[in-house]
């Protein structure tokens, strides 16, 4: 697969499960013509994903890769998915609430042009119920990080991060809202950077382009306040 180029705007794909809320944020980045990710695809594993008629109404590309059928071989069901999104000649790849575990084969095949957000600062809290047990653990801070995907589950190497306060009386679901305000805000600014060239994976670590305006740095903690 060829890199990304910073001249022409990357294919991107957009995969799904449920509403798409981080879908909608990035179509709208994206709806720029200076942003360098062109999303031409929203795909779902789930025939009744609500992002899926979103998508439909932007005029974007949709597929429906209903995993039921594959039952327990989730890399034929892979293979099946793989195979729709190299038919719109995808680059680049981004989980927004995508509920499907990769298994190493797939993300063998786009290691380092698959991308993730995880509503939490990794590498504290991988995996789910991120908000009930980041109170839980009684941590003043909490966020969400978007990081490439390998195939060990929320331990990619992090591309950016946006952190916000844990406040008295905050339940999972008020911090939650508050940490999504955040993950609409993060993700098409992580995914800008990588689309545009200005970071990459290299191995485990994220290698950011000399004398770019535009890294990872700048996204490293944006808290706001409350």
Known sequence: MSNPSQNRRVRTAVLISGRGSNMSALLAAAAGEDFPANIVLVATNRPDARGITTAQ????????????PFGRDREAFEQTLDARLRAHGIELIC??????????????????KLINIHPSLLPSFPGTD????????????HGCT??????????????????????????????SQRILVQEHL?????????????????????ITKAHTDTTPANLAMAVPSF
């Open 186 to 206: 993060l993700y098409p600014r992580a995914l800008a950077l990588v689309a545009g060239g200005a970071v990459r994976m290299e191995g485990r670590r994220v």
């Open 130 to 141: 991120t908000h009930a047990r980041a109170l839980e653990a009684g941590v003043r801070l």
């Open 146 to 175: 978007v990081h490439f995907v390998e195939p060990e589950v929320d331990a990619g190497p992090i591309i950016a991060q946006a952190a916000v306060p844990v406040l008295s009386g905050d339940t999972p679901d008020i911090l």
């Open 57 to 68: 109404e932007a005029g974007i590309a949709t597929e429906i890769v209903d995993h039921k």
């Open 95 to 112: 989980l927004a609430g995508f509920m499907r575990i990769l298994t190493p084969w797939f993300v063998e095949r786009w290691l380092g």
